[in-house]
């Protein structure tokens, strides 16, 4: 393996133990939203951060769903 596919898979490692780490925490992904977002939404209104952190937080406690999927 030469050095930069050793570099991008190490970064990709990181990345994914960070994301796992911040859901175990309650912490959500909002990148991993905008992606479902422009995949499966395009049509909806992206929200900022905040407001997709207010709906997330709101959802969670009190027990809905939240989201569509």
Do not use: K
Request: hydrophobic share 30%; with cysteine.
């Amino acid at each position: 393996m030469n050095f930069r596919r050793l570099i991008a898979a190490t970064q990709a490692g990181w990345r994914r133990a960070a994301q796992t780490a911040r859901l175990c925490c309650g912490v959500p992904d909002y990148e991993g939203y905008l992606r479902h977002l422009r995949e499966h939404h395009p049509e909806r209104v992206v929200p900022s951060y905040a407001e997709f952190f207010r709906e997330r937080q709101q959802a969670h406690y009190r027990g809905g769903t939240g989201r569509c999927c």
